[in-house]
């Protein structure tokens, strides 16, 4: 046995570039293969939210917080990120709303995760943007801010930038039963390759193929698939079934700029209703939400983008075959809450969106890991805490 030195991720995603963050660090060589000329899944579609608050005590909110310490080491390191610790305001629009947000705030974990429970004025006070009629807020100082559409590109700079610097001959996952022959001498690669464009299409023994025909040789293959389950993923449902691992539908919108910054992200009293932070007794108080919102199970979340325009979203669909087309009245009813809470228009809708995430839906795991057959390492399933959680899930792959 021989310890691992070149390993292949597949998935540009954000799991799989943080796999590569990771395995560089630990000083592996590291070629990275992406299907599309630059990634289109989950990680590019969502709103960018290290979110902490609805995360479920335990291992969970663990799993969270180590992630949102990792984010904002890779923030300072990586300003293309435009990591923000922002915070975020979950709004009660009346008192059985404001009753969850208070159990919340009470609990032993507030503190962790940095709550405060605010009347309407402090409410304001902290997002001046929210002129809407509202009965309190939650405040979670540990929720931040990336930036979807930038951070994936501009930690492949990073990695790029630091090729060469990262400790020669890594010592951490197994070695996995390659040949000497597979191994690139030292002074043959610059340590990071990224490789979009390549569809692998086989995995053989320490080796994979893209769909070019070309051969990447590796000791190691960590496959982030996303939600894409067919192709060279097919023959490891078994394991994927294991978890129960399902797919999940989302619509999202994003606007002109605001004209004035929205200090936090702003979730709604929707939101209470889907975290599983606040599976607490007064929830179980709430009225029925609107028909709308319950047909396309729809929350409000509103981020700001760096450019001064607001991502909206999001519905979650889980029955397939997905419409292949977007439900205008979601979008309807997303924008209403929106203006509810802003006391205002939303500026124009510039875009909509789609996006499809992969998510365990069986016992306890937060996500899929696996080994499905020696030397590779399946990790998948994420669910929506895919974008806060990625680094952290990368470093316990290395653990
Ligand atoms: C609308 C929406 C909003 C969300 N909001 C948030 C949020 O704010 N915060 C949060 O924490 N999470 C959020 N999530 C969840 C999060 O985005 C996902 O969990 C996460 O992005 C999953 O990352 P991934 O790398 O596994 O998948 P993906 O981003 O789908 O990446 C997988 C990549 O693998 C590539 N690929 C697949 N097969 C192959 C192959 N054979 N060869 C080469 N490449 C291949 C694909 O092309 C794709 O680029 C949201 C998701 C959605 C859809």
Same mark, same amino acid.
Request: aromatic share 6%; net charge neutral.
């Given at each position: 046995?021989?310890?691992?030195?070149?390993?292949?991720?597949?998935?540009?995603?954000?799991?799989?570039?943080?796999?590569?963050?990771?395995?560089?660090?630990?000083?592996?060589?590291?070629?990275?293969?992406?299907?599309?000329?630059?990634?289109?899944?989950?990680?590019?579609?969502?709103?960018?939210?290290?979110?902490?608050?609805?995360?479920?005590?335990?291992?969970?909110?663990?799993?969270?917080?180590?992630?949102?310490?990792?984010?904002?080491?890779?923030?300072?390191?990586?300003?293309?990120?435009?990591?923000?610790?922002?915070?975020?305001?979950?709004?009660?629009?009346?008192?059985?709303?404001?009753?969850?947000?208070?159990?919340?705030?009470?609990?032993?974990?507030?503190?962790?995760?940095?709550?405060?429970?605010?009347?309407?004025?402090?409410?304001?006070?902290?997002?001046?943007?929210?002129?809407?009629?509202?009965?309190?807020?939650?405040?979670?100082?540990?929720?931040?801010?990336?930036?979807?559409?930038?951070?994936?590109?501009?930690?492949? +700079?990073?990695?790029?930038?630091?090729?060469?610097?990262?400790?020669?001959?890594?010592?951490?996952?197994?070695?996995?039963?390659?040949?000497?022959?597979?191994?690139?001498?030292?002074?043959?690669?610059?340590?990071?390759?990224?490789?979009?464009?390549?569809?692998?299409?086989?995995?053989?023994?320490?080796?994979?193929?893209?769909?070019?025909?070309?051969?990447?040789?590796?000791?190691?293959?960590?496959?982030?698939?996303?939600?894409?389950?067919?192709?060279?993923?097919?023959?490891?449902?078994?394991?994927?079934?294991?978890?129960?691992?399902?797919?999940?539908?989302?619509?999202?919108?994003?606007?002109?700029?605001?004209?004035?910054?929205?200090?936090?992200?702003?979730?709604?009293?929707?939101?209470?209703?889907?975290?599983?932070?606040?599976?607490?007794?007064?929830?179980?108080?709430?009225?029925?939400?609107?028909?709308?919102?319950?047909?396309?199970?729809?929350?409000?979340?509103?981020?700001?983008?760096?450019?001064? +325009?607001?991502?909206?979203?999001?519905?979650?669909?889980?029955?397939?075959?997905?419409?292949?087309?977007?439900?205008?009245?979601?979008?309807?009813?997303?924008?209403?809450?929106?203006?509810?809470?802003?006391?205002?228009?939303?500026?124009?809708?510039?875009?909509?969106?789609?996006?499809?995430?992969?998510?365990?839906?069986?016992?306890?795991?937060?996500?899929?890991?696996?080994?499905?057959?020696?030397?590779?390492?399946?990790?998948?399933?994420?669910?929506?805490?895919?974008?806060?959680?990625?680094?952290?899930?990368?470093?316990?792959?290395?653990?």
């Amino acid at each position: 046995m021989r310890l691992t030195q070149r390993i292949v991720v597949i998935g540009g995603g954000v799991l799989g570039t943080m796999h590569a963050v990771a395995a560089r660090r630990r000083g592996y060589e590291v070629v990275h293969l992406e299907r599309e000329g630059e990634a289109r899944g989950a990680s590019v579609r969502n709103f960018g939210l290290v979110w902490v608050s609805g995360r479920r005590a335990g291992a969970e909110l663990a799993l969270a917080l180590r992630a949102r310490e990792l984010w904002a080491e890779l923030g300072a390191a990586v300003p293309g990120l435009r990591f923000r610790p922002a915070g975020s305001l979950t709004v009660a629009a009346d008192d059985a709303e404001l009753r969850v947000l208070k159990e919340a705030a009470a609990l032993p974990d507030a503190v962790q995760r940095d709550l405060e429970l605010l009347d309407p004025g402090a409410v304001r006070a902290a997002n001046p943007a929210l002129r809407g009629e509202l009965a309190g807020g939650l405040l979670c100082r540990a929720d931040a801010i990336v930036e979807p559409r930038q951070a994936l590109p501009a930690l492949r +700079g990073y990695l790029a930038a630091t090729a060469g610097e990262a400790r020669a001959g890594g010592s951490g996952p197994a070695a996995t039963g390659g040949t000497a022959s597979s191994v690139v001498p030292p002074g043959r690669h610059s340590g990071y390759q990224w490789l979009p464009g390549r569809e692998v299409t086989e995995i053989a023994p320490n080796a994979v193929r893209d769909h070019t025909g070309a051969w990447h040789q590796c000791d190691l293959v960590i496959l982030c698939p996303g939600a894409a389950f067919t192709g060279v993923v097919g023959r490891y449902r078994g394991s994927l079934a294991r978890d129960g691992v399902r797919r999940v539908r989302l619509q999202m919108l994003q606007t002109a700029p605001l004209a004035e910054r929205l200090t936090t992200a702003v979730a709604d009293g929707d939101s209470l209703r889907y975290y599983p932070a606040y599976d607490l007794p007064a929830r179980g108080l709430l009225p029925p939400q609107a028909p709308v919102a319950e047909r396309t199970r729809a929350q409000l979340l509103m981020v700001q983008r760096a450019d001064g +325009g607001l991502t909206i979203g999001d519905t979650h669909e889980y029955d397939e075959p997905f419409a292949f087309d977007v439900d205008s009245d979601a979008y309807d009813h997303l924008q209403a809450r929106a203006e509810a809470l802003l006391g205002a228009p939303i500026p124009r809708v510039r875009r909509r969106w789609a996006g499809v995430y992969s998510e365990v839906s069986i016992g306890t795991a937060l996500y899929h890991r696996s080994e499905p057959e020696p030397g590779v390492v399946l990790v998948t399933g994420p669910g929506g805490r895919g974008m806060t959680c990625a680094p952290a899930i990368a470093e316990e792959t290395f653990r």
